[in-house]
């Protein structure tokens, strides 16, 4: 094989298993309320959340394209109108969680808003970023708003403060917000990531210098945060298919785990300490 022919069956074998994960990962499941008004709206492994106003809805991550149907299916049948999305959101700029976002765009007509750092991968559908460029691509999304840390986004009474948890993606966001159930408040931390991919080089990282840094400043801002109720990006980070079972009897106290929380935060710190070390022997 030349080296050309080479590259485009690499490139081609990248495709085919980008849209393999794309069909496995947009299987439907049943969407369901958290709690307050929180909902989930996304696949058998992409998570997708509604936060419900009178005011209309903000949605976070849409998954690829093709699991759009499926969100827009669960926004549905939980009786709401995808038409009513108002806001776009997201924890992080990988395909699994924003490929989707253009097709989005275009049946909400949704303002979309992102982290700073992660920005730009939206705006060039996967072009800039550290890891997966030259892999992953998709439909490019214009972005209205660009968010910095701390910065708050409201819709009706509701507000969410989207943290900046960088190292997965450069502008990986923790969105947190109070969900009111019973009277009783509820502290809700959607966690974007803190998994080192095995592409991921810590050490010496041309591309982003700073990744094992902001990988250890995130595990610091994740720890300091108060959290009842805990969710990430994919199902499986929180227990997403167990916990649903459970609240068909127990109802949102199946989501309540503030003890899952910490434990995810330590699993995920001793395996990016134990990366670290094993890349910095090299
Ligand atoms: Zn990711």
Redesign the pocket.
């Known amino acids: 094989m030349t080296r050309l022919t080479l590259l485009v069956a690499l490139c081609a074998l990248a495709l085919a298993a980008q849209s393999s994960q794309a069909s496995r990962w947009s299987q439907p499941f049943p969407p369901h309320k958290i709690v307050g008004n929180v909902y989930y709206v996304g696949s058998n492994e992409l998570a997708s959340f509604l936060i419900a106003t009178p005011a209309g809805h903000i949605l976070i991550n849409t998954g690829f394209e093709e699991t759009v149907p499926v969100v827009r299916a669960g926004c549905e049948k939980l009786g709401f109108k995808l038409s009513d999305v108002k806001i776009l959101l997201t924890g992080?700029a990988?395909n699994?969680?924003v490929a989707g976002f253009a097709l989005m765009r275009k049946l909400t007509g949704a303002k979309v808003m992102v982290m700073a750092g992660d920005d730009a991968v939206v705006r060039g559908g996967g072009k800039g970023d550290f890891a997966y460029e030259s892999q992953m691509r998709w439909a490019p999304c214009p972005v209205d708003r660009v968010l910095q840390d701390g910065d708050q986004v409201t819709l009706g009474s509701t507000t969410l403060v989207a943290r900046l948890t960088p190292g997965?993606?450069r502008g990986c966001t923790t969105w947190l917000l109070t969900a009111v159930e019973d009277g009783k408040p509820f502290h809700v931390v959607i966690v974007g990531?803190v998994?080192v991919?095995s592409e991921f080089r810590l050490v010496n990282n041309a591309k982003y210098p700073r990744i094992a840094e902001d990988f250890a400043r995130t595990f610091q801002v994740l720890e300091s945060l108060p959290c009842d109720v805990f969710l990430g990006?994919h199902g499986g980070a929180y227990g997403m298919q167990a916990k649903y079972q459970r609240s068909l009897k127990e109802g949102y106290r199946a989501f309540v785990d503030p003890q899952g929380y910490r434990a995810y935060l330590a699993a995920g710190k001793a395996a990016y300490l134990k990366e670290l070390e094993k890349q910095r022997g090299r």
């Open positions: 992080q990988h699994d969680h997965h993606t990531s998994h991919n990006s």
